[in-house]
């Protein structure tokens, strides 16, 4: 397994070794001792799965009393997944980081805790899969408005994206800003 740092201290994105042949391939998805030794502390708790279709842009979410560590990946189709540094005493902080994530590399991405997350769906459909470092708790979820043009993400979109209500509605860089260095 290659780790690859990201500008976001604890952000990594990895690339699994893939054994395949014309019969197909195998690949290890979790080892908890590699990553570990890879630099991630936190204990995986809790497994998601989201199934979306093009377009769909989910995020950017986050959880305030009970921050999650996500390390996610795609199973099926393509992605570019984001992680926006919310963490006012990082040298990153408001800063954000982006990677596609695809059926063909099978690369990886290790979300730390403390930090936005969201994805737009590139491909046709796309299986995502999410382990996480704590359990989510809806009354705890925060966002941050996926296009602020104060963070200005570098989505990948040709088309105007699909978004929750939530979504639509999440407050603004300045002010989520506000509240973290309140």
């Not at 001792?33 to 998601?48: C, H, P, T, W």
């Not at 926006?84 to 980081?97: E, I, M, N, Y």
């Not at 979109?157 to 300045?174: C, F, R, Y």
Request: proline residues 7%; glycine residues 8%; negative net charge.
């Amino acid at each position: 397994m290659k780790t690859i740092v990201t500008p976001i201290p604890d952000a990594l994105v990895f690339e699994p070794r893939v054994f395949g042949d014309e019969r197909g391939f195998f690949l290890e998805t979790f080892h908890a001792q590699r990553y570990r030794e890879a630099g991630i502390k936190e204990s995986f708790v809790q497994d998601n799965h989201s199934h979306s279709s093009k377009g769909v842009l989910r995020g950017l979410h986050f959880q305030k009393q009970h921050p999650q560590g996500k390390l996610v990946q795609v199973s099926r189709g393509e992605v570019f997944d984001v992680a926006v540094d919310l963490r006012p005493d990082s040298p990153a902080f408001g800063q954000w980081f982006g990677v596609i994530l695809d059926t063909k590399s099978h690369k990886q991405f290790y979300v730390p805790p403390g930090c936005a997350h969201g994805f737009c769906v590139l491909s046709d459909i796309a299986d995502f899969h999410y382990k996480c470092t704590d359990y989510y708790h809806p009354e705890d979820e925060g966002s941050l408005l996926w296009n602020d043009p104060d963070i200005g993400i570098d989505w990948p979109l040709d088309i105007e994206p699909q978004l929750s209500g939530k979504d639509q509605d999440a407050p603004s860089w300045q002010s989520l800003k506000a509240q973290l260095l309140g």
